[in-house]
């Protein structure tokens, strides 16, 4: 039996099977710390290489439904298109609207886009807001990075109060109603208190409505707020400087008042 023992070649300490559990063990905790260097990686994320990521598939996804809408060959018949015709909506963006309608103001509007103008410079924000008359009223544009308190707040800073109520010295001489159109780049929210550039937008446009009710006193029948999100850029967002003028507040004297309700608006009546 101790012969065996010693000349044994399967189950004695000094056999050549006497290393196989080393080789299991050691399979196994290469396989654990390939686990957990998998679980490592997808637990950070790269927000820059995201969010390149969510606008490479929004633009491929956009590529299809305009492909449809233009007649080619796309996800969609050319009836169910998908991008919002502007004939349909009673808020026309103001770039279609300087487009298609330069020259039909009133005089009426343009005396009304003076006195606001002399009120900002009065006030020294006239490089705040911007006032133009189109044919459906005049609007006084507001950048949101130079009026709001962050880039992706809907809280209005010291300068955006001012503003407001600058305005409002101008609408208390007017019987004319107001809308409120909030928009955003094409930026994705990630995280903070809204999930979407809709929401963005309108909580902007709402925060708008409001001081002019509780703090500059504006009938809230008059008033409209609305939110476009990144539906309608007026410039190209593909440099800083373009986002940053695609995110602004529209304030909107309108020349008739709008009929309410309207089920085609993007947004509805605060009251």
Do not use: C
């Not at 109603?177 to 979407?196: C, F, I, K, M, R």
Request: no cysteine; hydrophobic share 40%.
């Amino acid at each position: 039996m101790s012969r065996r023992r010693k000349s044994g070649g399967h189950g004695g300490e000094h056999g050549p099977g006497m290393e196989r559990w080393l080789l299991t063990y050691s399979d196994m905790i290469t396989l654990l710390l390939a686990l957990f260097v998998i679980l490592f990686a997808l637990s950070t994320i790269n927000v820059r290489k995201f969010k390149l990521f969510e606008q490479g598939l929004s633009s491929a996804f956009n590529d299809k439904v305009l492909t449809t809408n233009s007649g080619g060959n796309g996800l969609l018949p050319k009836s169910n298109s998908l991008v919002p015709n502007a004939k349909t909506t009673s808020s026309t963006p103001v770039a279609t609207v300087a487009q298609t309608h330069t020259g039909q103001a009133s005089p009426a509007l343009e005396k009304i886009a003076a006195s606001v103008t002399q009120a900002l410079q009065s006030a020294g924000l006239s490089q705040f807001a911007s006032t133009q008359v189109e044919h459906h009223g005049v609007v006084i544009q507001m950048l949101a990075d130079k009026t709001y308190y962050a880039s992706d707040s809907a809280t209005l800073g010291t300068t955006g109060d001012a503003v407001v109520d600058t305005i409002a010295s101008v609408l208390r001489t007017i019987p004319n109603d107001v809308e409120v159109q909030g928009y955003t780049d094409n930026e994705p929210v990630l995280g903070g208190a809204y999930t979407s550039n809709w929401e963005l937008s309108a909580v902007r446009a709402v925060n708008v409505v409001r001081r002019l009710v509780t703090v500059d006193g504006i009938t809230r029948n008059r008033l409209t707020a609305v939110g476009f999100g990144s539906t309608h850029p007026i410039a190209p967002n593909t440099t800083t400087a373009s986002r940053a003028q695609n995110r602004r507040v529209d304030v909107v004297i309108l020349t008739s008042t709008p009929t309410i309700p309207n089920t085609s608006s993007a947004g509805g009546k605060v009251t």
